[in-house]
């Protein structure tokens, strides 16, 4: 199976954490089989498109959003995801006024 995928960023008030992208995809390969014999009309052969937005809450906390759609459907695939994430940031620069 083979797999492109990109994205196109933006960040909102030079701040790096508080972002929005608009995000894409395209894969080919899988096929389904029966008993061992592999149907060549089941070719997978789809992209997905979507966007993503970011938004910090504390210095190492962020919430992030995405939705996404099938685009090009050629078997299998076809349908919407909609999906919320908390992330925490571990590593990063020390604030100037925090003590070591």
């Known amino acids: 199976m083979g797999a492109f995928e990109g994205h196109l960023s933006y960040d909102i008030k030079n701040n790096r954490r508080f972002w929005v ?31 993503t937005f970011a938004v910090p809450i504390t210095r190492h906390q962020s919430l992030k959003f995405s939705y996404s759609n099938g685009a090009y459907i050629r078997y299998g695939g076809n349908y919407q995801n909609v999906s919320a994430a908390w992330q925490y940031l571990w590593l990063g620069k020390r604030a100037a006024n925090t003590l070591p």
């Open 21 to 51: 992208s608009l995000d894409g995809n395209f894969w080919v390969g899988g096929r389904t089989s029966l008993n061992g014999v592999e149907n060549q009309l089941t070719l997978q052969r789809n992209s997905r498109v979507g966007a």
